[in-house]
């Protein structure tokens, strides 16, 4: 099973972790400040501080506001629930904005529309690690007392207008989750240019001590116990294991990215041409740092199932967060999350991918779009009866009808069905495109009551064959279930897979089946002579069909 993330680890980060081990210091130490001030250079600004995960981050940043109940916090939907999650942590309320439906990124225009006198932070989320509109936020903004605090779990490495992102804004918050770009295990962090800030940082993600422990071992002297507690803070900073592994990580994370992107673009050039699929975009000014690549595709979760059956772990980033039940209260109209949430699907995405399995994921996918149609079974539900596709527990009771001799006679063939027989038959249906068997049940007590199929299948002359049709269970015989099941698939038939005709293959002595076929609108096209031998007798077939157009009418 190819998976969706892995983290890309190299012999550098095992010998980093080695050397932490062995250095008998563990905690929150020198590996950490060297981590810090690495990313700090790396991105461009004054100050980095290190935590022990995005969502700690996202709420000690958010804490630096010392927000007050009734303060808002803009957030978009479409993101993990830690954006919205920290916001109530300090006490506040999240406002919902809108998403553009190209990148997912949050809609400047409804963040306008969404300020209010007590917004006191805009915390934009550069989805899959496409920056967010920087200058439209900027300008929004402008003249307020709004602080743009950004959630950047998916963006190290990213550029908006050629400088990283973590150099844009008053703060930044960085993860450093298992599978993010830059990865620890867990882990955070949160850039600024604010010295005061950087110094009220490190208290709170120290519980509000004033001097971390190493500090205080290696600076001094005397009072090397001694520390003032400020404030109520949190046990939330990272500690020098992981910042090791970060370290080398960081090193390498522009060629990781680069690795990121060239597997992006193989994904686009697969899939741009294929008919209902949206590959990911990039603006103009904006460089991703690819942590997640999505589609936008329709019936995204037969993609799904298709894709686990195909050995490729797809995902979903992500169900809307005003839409869990938890965020409910909150309630926000937003129409594009709303709708696109339901298209999106990612894919496999990982520096360390072999060639064989990004072929895998296009070979997949490609295969999924290029498969015949299929019948969509939740419409397949009539008054009395459903139709649902046979399983390998339904081949007992199919064959025990199968075998009764009043059923027996309606078939071409006559001999009983053994198991091994049915069981052959059942492993060539599963691999057969062209065959669609249903057990017809009751709508109301799901019990099965027959069977139904189509078959030969053929989308180059828009035909099928209908067949296999019995009623099994004797209580239902005689009462419109048959005519009913067989209204319901062919009308499924007609308008899934685009068919045109639709016909079947009846004795000329059964009576009762062409009286059924005739209520259904088949007519008769033919009189096969002698065409089926059963015990050394010749019997006549009769060949009837009916066509879409003539279905329409009585379908309505
Ligand atoms: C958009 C976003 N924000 C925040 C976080 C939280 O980061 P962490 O898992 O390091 O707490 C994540 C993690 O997946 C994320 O994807």
Redesign the pocket.
């Known amino acids: 099973m190819i998976p969706l993330f892995r983290p890309s680890i190299s012999i550098d980060e095992i010998n980093a972790v080695t050397e932490v081990l062995k250095s008998g210091w563990w905690g929150l130490g020198p590996k950490t400040a060297e981590f810090e001030e690495k990313f700090a250079k790396y991105v461009g600004v004054q100050h980095a501080v290190a935590l022990n995960?995005?969502?700690?981050a996202?709420h000690l940043a958010l804490a630096l506001l010392d927000l007050k109940r009734g303060d808002e916090v803009i957030v978009p939907p479409i993101?993990?629930v830690?954006?919205a999650h920290a916001v109530l942590y300090n006490g506040a309320k999240p406002v919902f904005a809108d998403v553009y439906e190209d990148n997912l990124c949050i809609d400047v225009e409804d963040v306008a529309k969404k300020i209010t006198k007590r917004t006191r932070a805009i915390m934009p989320?550069h989805y899959a690690g496409h920056p967010c509109n920087m200058d439209g936020l900027r300008e929004v903004i402008k003249g307020k007392r709004i602080v743009i605090i950004e959630?950047a779990?998916?963006a190290c490495g990213a550029e908006y207008k050629g400088k990283k992102v973590g150099s844009l804004s008053e703060l930044t918050c960085f993860?450093?989750?298992a599978v993010k770009n830059v990865a620890c295990g867990?882990?955070?962090m949160v850039t600024t240019n604010s010295g005061e800030w950087d110094k009220v940082l490190r208290e709170m993600r120290w519980l509000g001590i004033s001097k971390s422990t190493w500090n205080r071992t290696v600076d001094e002297k005397v009072y090397a116990w001694f520390y003032h507690v400020n404030r109520l803070g949190f046990k939330a900073h990272l500690n020098d294991i992981l910042a090791a592994i970060g370290i080398v990580q960081l090193g390498r994370v522009e060629d990781l990215n680069k690795r990121r992107r060239e597997i992006v673009g193989r994904y686009n050039q697969a899939f741009k041409s294929i008919k209902g699929v949206k590959v990911p975009v990039e603006r103009k000014g904006c460089k991703s740092s690819w942590h997640i690549y999505h589609l936008k595709v329709e019936k995204r979760d037969d993609l799904i199932k298709f894709l686990k059956d195909n050995d490729v772990t797809p995902g979903v980033h992500y169900y809307p967060i005003h839409l869990h039940p938890y965020y409910r209260p909150l309630r926000a109209k937003l129409p594009v999350a709303e709708e696109v949430w339901k298209r999106i699907i990612s894919l496999p995405l990982f520096p360390s991918m072999t060639e064989e399995e990004i072929g895998k994921v296009i070979g997949a996918v490609g295969n999924f779009f290029a498969r015949p149609p299929v019948i969509d079974e939740f419409k397949l539900l009539g008054k009395k009866v459903r139709l649902r596709s046979i399983e390998a527990n339904d081949l007992e009771l199919l064959r025990e009808w199968r075998n009764r001799k009043d059923i027996q006679q309606a078939f071409f063939h006559q001999e009983p069905i053994t198991m091994e027989q049915q069981q052959d038959w059942y492993n060539r249906y599963l691999k057969d495109d062209t065959d669609m068997m249903f057990v017809i049940e009751d709508v109301k007590i799901h019990i099965p009551i027959g069977s139904i199929a189509i078959y030969h299948i053929d989308h180059n002359n828009k035909q099928c064959e209908i067949g296999r049709i019995m009623i099994g269970n004797k209580k239902y015989l005689g009462k419109g279930y048959a005519h009913e099941a067989t209204m319901l698939l062919l009308d499924r038939a007609f308008k899934d897979l685009g068919l045109n005709r639709i016909y079947l293959e009846v004795f000329n002595h059964n009576s009762r089946g062409i009286t059924l076929y005739e209520s259904c609108g088949f007519a008769t096209e033919g009189i096969k002579r002698e065409a089926v031998m059963v015990s050394s007798k010749r019997y006549d077939v009769r060949v009837m069909s009916i066509l879409k157009k003539e279905f329409g009418a009585d379908s309505k």
Request: hydrophobic share 30%; aromatic share 10%.
């Open positions: 995960s995005g969502t700690a996202l993101t993990f830690s954006t989320v959630d779990a998916h993860s450093f989750h867990e882990g955070g």
